[in-house]
């Protein structure tokens, strides 16, 4: 059985005084005693988050970097009326969102969410996430994701000419 040293002896002869909760139950705090030299110490437990790994295309995995992530994120918003908080706040939402799918997540999870954050938010961010995403190799390739992003897409409001009346021709 493993025990705790004294922080004042260093002996590891103690005894468990009180134990209760800390950190809103996310640590156990122990009050202990050193039955070498009398003295008392607290101690803390508590458990170690998992990392989340990302498996990649080639079949390598890696642990999940949120700032990679934000970085990827940034790059296609450049230039865009999107602040940095923004996209933290799109990084945290997709890192929370992959630790609730579990320990270990495929890249292709990943940046599928970051494309559906992106394609909620600006459509030039996220064709020029898509590109990169996707491995787009020619003008046909933008061509059929701007197509998809139209279909799915309202248009806009007072895009029709005011004059134009539907349903009539006008003479």
């Known amino acids: 059985m493993l025990r705790m040293r004294c922080p004042?002896?260093?002996t590891d002869d103690d005894k468990v005084v009180d134990s209760?909760?800390?950190d809103e139950g996310a640590a156990i705090r122990r009050r202990r005693e050193c039955l070498a030299c009398g003295r008392r110490y607290?101690?803390?437990e508590r458990t170690e988050p998992l990392p989340l790994l990302v498996e990649k295309r080639s079949g390598s995995v890696e642990v999940f970097d949120r700032d990679k992530l934000a970085r990827g994120i940034?790059?296609?918003v450049a230039g865009r009326p999107i602040d940095e908080e923004t996209v933290d706040t799109i990084a945290a939402d997709i890192e929370d969102r992959?630790?609730?799918l579990g320990p270990e997540v495929s890249s292709e999870m990943v940046g599928l969410a970051v494309l559906e954050h992106l394609k909620a938010l600006?459509?030039?961010a996220y064709l020029r996430f898509a590109s990169v995403y996707k491995g787009f190799e020619d003008l046909a390739d933008f061509e059929r994701e701007v197509g998809?992003?139209?279909k799915t897409t309202e248009p806009k409001r007072g895009s029709r000419p005011r004059n134009a009346q539907i349903g009539r021709a006008h003479v």
Request: proline share 0%.
């Open 98 to 100: 992959m630790r609730a």
């Open 74 to 76: 940034a790059s296609a």
């Open 20 to 22: 209760r909760s800390a």
């Open 8 to 10: 004042y002896c260093r």
């Open 122 to 124: 600006d459509h030039v």
């Open 42 to 44: 607290t101690t803390f």
């Open 148 to 150: 998809l992003l139209q």
